[in-house]
C-alpha cells in the first residue's frame, strides 16, 4: 500500500464548481506539500503545512495531523485550474509524493 | 531570478551509455533533489544532498550517482544507462530540508532504447 494515497485520481467539473482533493497518509511527517503540476509538465509548489490551514487566493489547503489527512479546495473552479495535483509529504530528509489527481475543468 | 535550472530538456540514450542530468540553483538553498516520475506511480526520491559535500540515497538510488560539490549544482550521473531508467526526471531545491517550499525545475525525459 503506497505512505501517500489521493483521491479521487480522475475528477471533472463545471467551472464555477467547489473542487475537493484528498490525501491520506500512514507515516509520521515533518511537513505535507500541494504542488500542481500543468499540462506542459512543471510543477510548482502551491502550499506547504504542518498544521492547520492555509489560504491563499481560491485555494485552500487544511491539514490534520491526528487523523494523517489533508485536503485541498478549489473555489469557483476555472478551466485554467485544470491540472495534476500532488500531495507530498516530508520525513526527514525523505519525500513521498501520491499519484496525483488529475482535474479537468471545463467551461 | 532563473531559479532551478535544468538540462537537458530531451535526451535519447542507447543502453550502456552514460550521462549527466545538471541541475542549478541561484536561491542560495541548501536542500536539492532528484526525483523521477513514471506513468501511473507519482514521483520517486532518488537522491538528495542537504549541503555542499553531503549527499543521501532516496526511495530508487540504483544505476544513479550524485555529487554536490557546491551549493549552487547537484548532478545526476546515469552510469550505464538501462531501459527502466527510461523517465521524466525532476531537481528540486529548497531553503529547509521538508519544511520550506519546493522549487522545481522544468524537468528532462529521458528515453533509453
Known amino acids: 500500500k503506497n505512505e501517500v494515497e489521493q483521491s479521487p485520481q480522475n475528477l471533472t467539473a463545471q467551472e464555477g464548481e467547489f473542487i475537493t482533493i484528498n490525501c491520506s497518509y500512514s507515516?509520521?511527517?515533518?511537513?505535507l506539500h500541494w504542488l500542481q503540476q500543468h499540462p506542459g509538465g512543471g510543477i510548482v509548489s502551491l502550499f506547504m503545512l504542518s498544521s492547520g490551514k492555509k489560504k491563499h487566493g481560491r485555494l485552500i489547503a487544511t491539514i490534520n495531523i491526528q487523523e494523517k489527512h489533508s485536503s485541498l479546495h478549489i473555489t469557483a473552479s476555472h478551466p485554467r485550474d485544470s491540472a495534476v495535483y500532488i500531495c507530498?509529504?516530508?520525513?526527514?530528509?525523505?519525500?513521498?509524493f501520491g499519484a496525483g489527481t488529475r482535474l479537468t475543468v471545463k467551461p | 531570478n532563473a531559479g532551478v535550472t535544468q538540462t537537458p530538456k530531451f535526451q535519447v540514450l542507447k543502453t550502456g551509455q552514460s550521462m549527466t542530468l545538471q541541475c542549478a540553483q541561484d536561491m542560495n538553498h541548501e536542500y536539492m533533489s532528484w526525483y523521477r516520475q513514471d506513468p501511473g506511480m507519482g514521483l520517486r526520491l532518488i537522491h538528495y544532498s542537504v549541503g555542499a559535500g553531503i549527499t543521501d540515497q532516496g526511495e530508487v538510488p540504483n544505476g544513479y550517482n550524485v555529487s554536490r560539490s557546491t551549493t549552487e549544482d547537484f548532478p545526476l550521473r546515469l552510469l550505464s544507462a538501462a531501459p527502466s531508467q527510461t523517465s521524466v526526471y525532476f531537481c528540486?531545491?529548497?531553503?529547509?530540508?521538508?519544511?520550506?517550499?519546493?522549487?522545481f525545475g522544468e524537468g528532462s525525459r529521458l528515453t533509453v532504447l
Open positions: 528540486a531545491s529548497s531553503s529547509y530540508i521538508n519544511t520550506g517550499e519546493l522549487f
Open positions: 507530498a509529504v516530508g520525513r526527514n530528509n525523505d519525500m513521498r
Open positions: 507515516v509520521g511527517i515533518s511537513a
